[in-house]
């Protein structure tokens, strides 16, 4: 804990522009021109962005193009998410699956109702089947 206090002392006692930056100098960063580049102001962004602006085919105006874009693609991502989801929950017994879960539970707490075997060799009853003579 002692430690800590000391260290927040030392925070402390630093000029205010001398926290959070590096020792050494700031031309050591600096990115170098090509050859016979002339130095030039950037220009700052909104004034780039105002003279080409992004287009996204909503509106003439820019303002008014990224507000109808993001509105919507956000109904659009609302909508398929929303309507995909009610649209997958409400899809129709695939394969009869579930209806055949439950025939075979009536088929067995029938036979079981009876006494018969859940299962037999035979899936018609042989009595009443024709079958050609034994010839």
Excluded: C
């Amino acid at each position: 804990m002692a430690a800590l206090r000391r260290a927040l002392r030392a925070l402390r006692a630093l000029p205010a522009g001398a926290r959070g930056r590096s020792a050494g100098s700031p031309a050591a960063v600096a990115v170098p021109r090509p050859l016979g580049a002339e130095a030039h102001e950037e220009e700052p962004m909104l004034v780039a962005q105002k003279k080409n602006p992004d287009y996204h085919g909503f509106s003439a105006d820019v303002d008014a193009d990224v507000l109808n874009m993001r509105a919507t693609f956000l109904v659009g991502i609302s909508i398929a998410v929303i309507l995909g989801s009610v649209f997958v929950h409400y899809l129709p017994d695939y394969g009869l699956q579930q209806w055949a879960r439950r025939e075979a539970e009536i088929q067995v707490r029938e036979r079981e109702r009876r006494g018969l075997p859940l299962l037999t060799s035979n899936y018609y009853d042989p009595k009443r089947l024709p079958l050609p003579p034994p010839e």
